[in-house]
């Protein structure tokens, strides 16, 4: 899931970028959609919808193709669903991350008998590395495309993030490229290039460890006592991440909710 985070907060932080790499735009009249329209909440990190003027651009990135609703199916409810809401051009594309040679990643429409859906399909890997070092927000999609040699394309992508000059951004760039890059890159190659310490006080990377740690306390406590009461449920999303930690170790004692509750009640 740390994927789908970092793309998703590339794509809401960086939306002329994408806009102006899949569409072509060069339009600042972009807004960031929060529209919930998923069929599986989980995966909810991994869409992103933004309005482009009369356009919404609907973004889906993906590690793997495997997925519980079919993705082909998917596109086709987003779809209908957006143009229920919106009634105006809908422009879908699937950003596929990791190179597979599974034929889902070449596929780019539904059919069935009285139904024929088309939407866009990128594979990054194919994708030619000058576009995207060129600029910062899609820099961390760059170790993932096309190269004869791509240690010299991360070392090309390490020299492009040394020359942001905000040290906020910086941080937060080469925190994404990090983490994408691991999709390709062996740990030790990339820290040869980045150091682990600069993408540890990035805000981009101190928020998917929260995301991840809550992710995961969520289905232990889900699966210990069912679900939660609603109100018990907020409270744990506005624990840090060091309180989840801590509550990662101390709900093996829980007996019932009861001491959930009452733990809550004392931090």
């Known amino acids: ?3 789908d985070n970092t793309c998703k907060y590339l794509a809401e932080t960086y939306p002329a970028e994408f806009a102006r790499w ?6 600042s009249d972009i807004q960031v959609l929060k529209t919930e329209l998923n069929l599986e909440p989980t995966r909810a990190d991994s869409v992103t919808f933004l309005k482009i003027a009369n356009t919404i651009l609907h973004l889906e990135f993906q590690t793997l193709p495997k997925s519980k609703v079919p993705l082909d199916f998917r596109m086709l409810d987003y779809y209908t669903r957006l143009k229920r809401l919106y009634g105006c051009e809908i422009i879908q594309v699937i950003i596929f991350l990791q190179q597979t040679t599974s034929p889902i990643v070449f596929q780019t429409q539904y059919v069935d008998t009285n139904t024929i859906h088309n939407y866009r399909v990128i594979r990054v890997w194919e994708e030619d590395p000058a576009t995207l070092l060129a600029n910062p927000g ?3 999609l760059a170790p ?6 791509p240690s010299t394309l991360l070392k090309q992508v390490a020299a492009a993030v040394d020359m942001i000059e905000e040290t906020q951004e910086q941080q937060n760039i080469s925190a994404c490229v990090q983490l994408l890059a691991g999709l390709r890159f062996d740990k030790n190659l ?10 540890q006080e990035s805000v981009i990377y101190q928020s998917i460890v929260q995301k991840e740690a809550l992710r995961l306390i969520m289905r232990q406590l889900t699966r210990r006592f069912g679900d ?6 907020q409270q744990i999303r506005e624990l840090s991440t060091a309180e989840l930690e801590n509550l990662g170790e101390e709900l093996l004692d829980f007996s019932n909710t009861n001491d959930l509750i009452t733990w809550l009640e004392n931090r």
């Not at 899949?22 to 339009?27: A, G, K």
């Not at 990339?190 to 993408?199: G, R, S």
């Open 228 to 233: 939660l009461a609603p109100e018990i449920e």
């Open 138 to 140: 899609l820099l961390p």
């Open 190 to 199: 990339i820290q040869q290039f980045f150091t682990e310490e600069v993408m």
């Open 1 to 3: 899931m740390a994927y």
């Open 144 to 149: 993932l495309a096309r190269s004869n040699s």
């Open 22 to 27: 899949l569409l072509q735009s060069d339009t």
